[in-house]
Nanobody, 124 residues
Framework: QVQLVESGGGLVQAGGSLRLSCAAS????????MGWFRQAPGKEREFVAA????????YYADSVKGRFTISRDTAKNTVYLQMNSLKPEDTAVYYC?????????????????WGQGTQVTVSS
């Protein structure tokens, strides 16, 4: 049973930083791509960033490129999303997701497993 547990969300002022964590368990993730998505109130869930567990190749949405960094700690089976220069429009529930395979998916329906989400609120 794959489990993804996010943590690290909270309230931060615009320009500030947060680091989200996603603890993964229940599987060997070497053949997985791990992704972060977010969903703001009244909006669809959107892709934020992804990392290939094996090799560490990354991909970012244009809206976060240069501000967010995705990484993974293979020893801890944990994926991180470092978010800097946060903006009010980054406010959303952030979800961690896992997709079996090597192709980096950008769509919600490409991911097989999801965490429960963590709220990020950026005040202006």
């Amino acid at each position: 049973q794959v489990q993804l547990v996010e943590s690290g969300g909270g309230l931060v002022q615009a320009g500030g930083s947060l680091r989200l964590s996603c603890a993964a368990s229940g599987r060997t993730f070497s053949s997985y791509v791990m992704g972060w998505f977010r969903q703001a109130p009244g909006k669809e869930r959107e892709f934020v960033a992804a990392i290939r567990w094996s090799g560490g190749r990354t991909y970012y949405a244009d809206s976060v490129k240069g501000r967010f960094t995705i990484s993974r700690d293979t020893a801890k089976n944990t994926v991180y999303l470092q978010m800097n220069s946060l903006k009010p429009e980054d406010t959303a529930v952030y979800y961690c997701a896992a997709d079996w395979g090597q192709a980096i998916g950008l769509k919600e329906n490409e991911y097989d497993y999801w965490g429960q989400g963590t709220q990020v609120t950026v005040s202006s």
